[in-house]
Every structure is written in C-alpha cells, then in structure tokens.
C-alpha cells in the first residue's frame, strides 16, 4: 500500500485572477505533490491589474474552515497570507495554538502588487505579537520586515538587524526576500536565530510576478512538509520559483501569474552561500 501524501494548509485570501493568495497556494502545493487544504480569510475581486473588491470572512468562519480540516486530515506544515484584518488575525493564531499545528510559515501580506492594502494598519502589531511566535520561518519582502522589525532597511547591515529582531520576536527563522531591492542579482536574507545565508539568483526582467510571495512561502511549507529543514527548504523553493518566472505563461495584461506546474523541483541538499 503506497504512503498516503502529506497535507498541507493554507489560510489566506481567495484570488479571482488565479494567480496568487489561495489558488496560487494550492497549485503549488500540487506542484510539489502535497495535498492542499484551505481556510479563506478574505474574497478579493482582482486580475493582474488591480484588486477592485474584497470581502473580509467573520474570524468565527475562518476559525470554523481551520478547525474542519484539522479535524479531519494530519495537517504536516500550514502557510498563512493575507489575513486582511486583526480579528482574523488574531483567530488564526488561537486555532493554529489549539491545534498545535506544526511547521507554520507566515507569508506577511500586506500590499498586493497593484498597490491595494490587504493587511489593515492596526493588525501588524497583532502578527508581530502573535503569529511571529508560532512561525517556523516568516518570509517577508523588504517593506514588510521593516513594517514589522521597525528598522529602515537602508544596507546589508540593517537587513541582517531586521532579521534578528523578527528571531526576537519568535520567529524561529526568517527569511526576507529581496525582490524589492536593485542589482543584477536578487538575494534573500535567511537568519536561523545563529547564522546568516544569502540566497542568490539573477534577478529576471519580467512582468510576470504576480503572487510570486504567497508561491515561495507555499513551497517553502510543502517542502517543510516533506521533510526538508528549513534553509533547504527555502533554496529548494527559491530555485523553482526562479523556473516557474522563466515558464510564465504571458496572461493577463498587467502583473502576470508564473508557471505553478514548472517541470522539475530542485534536489535536496542545496543552501544558500
């Protein structure tokens, strides 16, 4: 009898366009032949252009979708994205308590690629304080680390101080993406709490990044699911999020979605430099 899959969660908002927040997670849980479960936080009516609509769920019925699958499946690693609102925030982090969920990954949503706000000002200070302390990495992008460190990531020097004060606040490791930055290549920041790696890679002229963040930190929690630690786990997913960019498939007319289903996942054992 074959092994059953691993299952992973994802608790985020629903992307009409398809190309990022739930349906962008779930894909790429596929991808990596993990079974994707879901908790909607938030409904948005968006495309690769803009996000022109979004609903907000009742906490009652985003702690009710978590508590559905928990009760059922042997969740083996959960990915937060956007949770819109404290509220929700703060009934995520009970549930994901309750159930002492393992290997969490907090995707910090805040903005989407359009400019539209998806994290409401007054719930950065309830996930810094409570979801920080359950995540096994937290992945933000660099207006986001200095959202939550509260430090003006101006250099290498004051990244690397973000990262040790997101560590600080309980996060066990962190990982800022450096999407946002300039020069040839793009460079993530991993910190575990003791050591510092930089994961590189060209950096691709494209406009195909929509959901690029919920992609990464849904493969970063697949391949938590399947056994790799954490720093494998973030180059692995690194490596094919720059494959899925190359294979977009060109839809849309603004930010495209890349290639969820990108042939080819790259072996265990690699790390940054």
Not at 5 to 18: E, M, N, Q, R, Y
Not at 93 to 105: M, S
Not at 126 to 147: D, G, I, K, Y
Not at 249 to 254: H, I, N, T, W
Request: hydrophobic share 50%.
């Amino acid at each position: 009898m074959s092994a059953l899959p691993k299952v992973a969660l994802t608790i985020a908002g629903s992307d009409s366009g398809g190309g990022a927040g739930i349906q962008a997670d779930l894909k790429t849980f596929a991808a990596f032949g993990v079974y994707g479960t879901s908790a909607i936080s938030a409904v948005t009516a968006q495309n690769t252009v803009s996000v022109t609509a979004v609903q907000d769920i009742t906490p009652a019925v985003v702690t009710a979708q978590i508590d559905a699958v928990a009760a059922d499946f042997a969740i083996a690693a959960v990915k937060t994205g956007m949770l819109a609102n404290k509220a929700i925030v703060q009934a995520v982090a009970a549930a994901l308590e309750r159930r002492a969920l393992p290997h969490v990954v907090v995707d910090p949503v805040m903005v989407s690629k359009s400019g539209a706000v998806l994290l409401r000002d007054d719930a950065i200070e309830a996930l810094r304080m409570r979801l920080l302390p359950l995540a096994e990495m937290v992945t933000p992008n660099l207006p986001e680390a200095q959202r939550l460190s509260g430090v003006a990531i101006t250099s290498d020097d004051a990244a690397r101080e973000a990262a040790r004060r997101l560590v600080a606040h309980g996060a066990r490791t962190v990982l800022i993406k450096g999407g946002h930055a300039h020069g040839a290549e793009a460079i993530d920041l991993f910190h575990d709490g003791r050591n510092f790696e930089s994961l590189r890679g060209p950096r691709l002229e494209t406009r195909n990044t929509h959901g690029t963040g919920c992609t990464l930190s849904a493969a970063i929690a697949a391949l938590l699911a399947l056994g790799s630690p954490p720093l494998e786990a973030a180059f692995r997913a690194k490596a094919w999020l720059f494959d899925a960019i190359q294979s977009a498939p060109g839809l849309g007319r603004g930010a495209g979605p890349v290639e969820h289903f990108v042939a080819g996942i790259p072996p265990r054992g690699g790390t940054g430099s």
